[in-house]
């Protein structure tokens, strides 16, 4: 996983090598550096913790139809004639 607090310590570190003044500079290497960050993150095929959310209950859902089928069909395995 990401570590942000790693990334926003090299983003201050960068900061401060930057001369006096030049907040312009600064404003641009920001907005490329979250730009880069942006495309190595979509690279990586994440999901938002909504998708992730929704998908997990969706899971939890089917898990509990499961089971159900499962002890219906095992009931129908016990009283079945030979």
Known sequence: MIDVAKLEAIARDLR??????????HQ????NLKLIAESVLERMDLVTREEFD???ALLIRTREKLEVLERKLAELERTAPP
């Open 16 to 25: 401060k090598l930057l001369p006096e003044g030049s907040e312009q500079l």
């Open 28 to 31: 641009g290497l920001r907005k």
């Open 54 to 56: 929704a998908q997990q």
